[in-house]
């Protein structure tokens, strides 16, 4: 299977490639980043990209992608509803074309979200924290939004009302960020790589759900396990749990 990755010089970019270059079923043929064209990407044969760009791009990518006939495993958070909707479109006319967009490729991060949205109906109070090293862009992390949008979901299923909080009074942003009515916050740290606790509480008791990335290679398995996938997969795929008979 012939990869390209795109995003290749950055941090999750140079580990995909050194993870790709270590498999022997996988072949590293085109490494794109800033500036570069993405023809590159078809004149080099590839069969699947593997895009971690950053969140300004990602689309753009993803869509000339789809143009060339080249599967995609994205990486890149930033997406949002009508951005996911394009694409959906777009594959409509991309016939047998795959496309994944995972915010986070880690397998116990994707279980954490598993687990955080099956416990989620048995708690009258759930909050996301999610701390990350201060060179990300963007905030709240995909995997918290991704992790807000599972557990409100379950919540509405079985009927939950809103969290209860008697705020009235704060400073701008005290509470954090509201995805879909669960409360999210950032945390940036110099030292941290990616991290995630879910707090859900009742009456007398506290469970917590912690998920750590204490290096990159961490999200490799599950970057290298949607590569082999994705070809058998056409259409959109939002989430790896879906990948791993989860979802
Ligand atoms: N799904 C997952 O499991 C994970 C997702 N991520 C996400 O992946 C993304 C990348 O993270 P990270 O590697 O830390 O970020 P980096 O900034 O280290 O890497 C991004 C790379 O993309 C390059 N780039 C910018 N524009 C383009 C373009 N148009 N075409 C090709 N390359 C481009 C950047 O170049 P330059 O620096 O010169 O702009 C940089 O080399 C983020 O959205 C992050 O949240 C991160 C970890 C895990
Ligand atoms: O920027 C990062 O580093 C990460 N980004 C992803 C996200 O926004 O969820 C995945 C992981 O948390 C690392």
Redesign the pocket.
Known sequence: MRVAVLGAAG??GSTVCQAVDAAADLELVARVDVGDDLAVVGEAGADVAVDFTVPSVTEANVHTLLDLGVHAVV?T?GWDDEALLRVRRHLDRADGIGVLVA????LG?VLAMAFAARAARWFESVEVV?L??P????A???????TAEGIARARRAAGLGPVPDATTQQLDGARGAVVDGIHVHAVRLRGL????AILLGNPGEQLTIRHD?FD?TS?MPGVLHAVRSIGARPGLTVGLEHLLDLG
């Open positions: 941090r999750m990486g958070t915010p986070n490729f880690a991060a999610e990350h090293h060179d990300k862009v963007d709240p992390s995909g995997t918290a939004r991704h790589v990616a991290h995630e990335s990159r999200f």
